[in-house]
C-alpha cells in the first residue's frame, strides 16, 4: 500500500512556464515533507521542505504549497528552466523520520 | 568533505555470485540507509542503521546483509545474486534530529546476469 501518491509520471513544460507537481498521503502522523531532485546518474538531493504548521514555503523559483485537511501537497517551479530537468520526488515522514517516497515525476523542460 | 562515497560505480554479476556494496561517509551522521531504485519504482528502503552496532530491515531486505561496525561505513552484501537483483543502489546519510536532510552518494549500478 502506497502511503505517499505522486502525480504526475511525467510532465514536459515550456522554458519560462509553471511545473507543477502534487503529492497525497494517508497518514496524519506524518510532520515533515520533503522534495528530492535528481538528475540522470546521480543520486537524489534535497530541493525543498516543509512542516505541517505553515501552508507554504518558497525558496527561489521553488515553492512548496501544503493543505493539512486535504492532506496534499505540492511543488511549484516558477519560470521553469531546461536546467530543472530532472526526477522529482516527494516523501514523507513521522516521528521515526524513516521516509515514505512517492514514485518519482520526470519533468522535461523544453527550450 | 567528501560526503557519501559509494563503490564501485557499476558491476556486472552473475547469478549465485555474492559481493559487498560500500558505502562511507565523512559528516559522523548517525542514520544511514540503502535504497534501491528500479524503474517505476521509486526508492525502496534495503536495510538502515540508527548507529554504530544497529541495524534494521526496511522494506525490501531479502537477499541483503548489512552490518555497521563504524559510524563511518555501512556496507551492504548480497549473498546469492539474482537477476531480480539487477537495480541501482544507493547509500544515505543524516544525522538525528527532526527532519535533517538525508545525503545520498552517487549510486551503484548493478547488473546481474
Known amino acids: 500500500q502506497q502511503q505517499v501518491k505522486q502525480s504526475p509520471q511525467s510532465l514536459i513544460v515550456q522554458k519560462g512556464g509553471i511545473s507543477i507537481i502534487n503529492c497525497a498521503y494517508e497518514n496524519t502522523a506524518f510532520d515533515y515533507f520533503p522534495w528530492y531532485q535528481q538528475f540522470p546518474g546521480k543520486g537524489p538531493a534535497l530541493l525543498i521542505a516543509?512542516?505541517?504548521d505553515v501552508s507554504e514555503k518558497k525558496e527561489g523559483r521553488f515553492t512548496i504549497s501544503f493543505n493539512k485537511s486535504a492532506k496534499q501537497f505540492s511543488l511549484h517551479i516558477m519560470d521553469s528552466q531546461p536546467g530543472d530537468s530532472a526526477t522529482y520526488f516527494c516523501?514523507?515522514?513521522?516521528?521515526?523520520?524513516?521516509?515514505?517516497w512517492g514514485l518519482g515525476t520526470s519533468l522535461a523542460v523544453n527550450p | 568533505n567528501a560526503g557519501v562515497t559509494q563503490t564501485p560505480k557499476f558491476q556486472v554479476l552473475k547469478t549465485g555470485q555474492s559481493m559487498t556494496l560500500q558505502c562511507a561517509q565523512d559528516m559522523n551522521h548517525e542514520y544511514m540507509s540503502w535504497y534501491r531504485q528500479d524503474p517505476g519504482m521509486g526508492l525502496r528502503l534495503i536495510h538502515y542503521s540508527v548507529g554504530a552496532g544497529i541495524t534494521d530491515q526496511g522494506e525490501v531486505p531479502n537477499g541483503y546483509n548489512v552490518s555497521r561496525s563504524t559510524t563511518e561505513d555501512f556496507p551492504l552484501r548480497l549473498l546469492s545474486a539474482a537477476p531480480s537483483q539487477t537495480s541501482v543502489y544507493f547509500c544515505?546519510?543524516?544525522?538525528?534530529?527532526?527532519?535533517?536532510?538525508?545525503?545520498f552518494g552517487p549510486g551503484t549500478r548493478l547488473t546481474v546476469l
Open positions: 516523501a514523507a515522514s513521522h516521528w521515526d523520520r524513516k521516509l515514505i
Open positions: 516543509i512542516r505541517p
Open positions: 544515505a546519510s543524516r544525522s538525528s534530529g527532526l527532519g535533517d536532510e538525508q545525503f
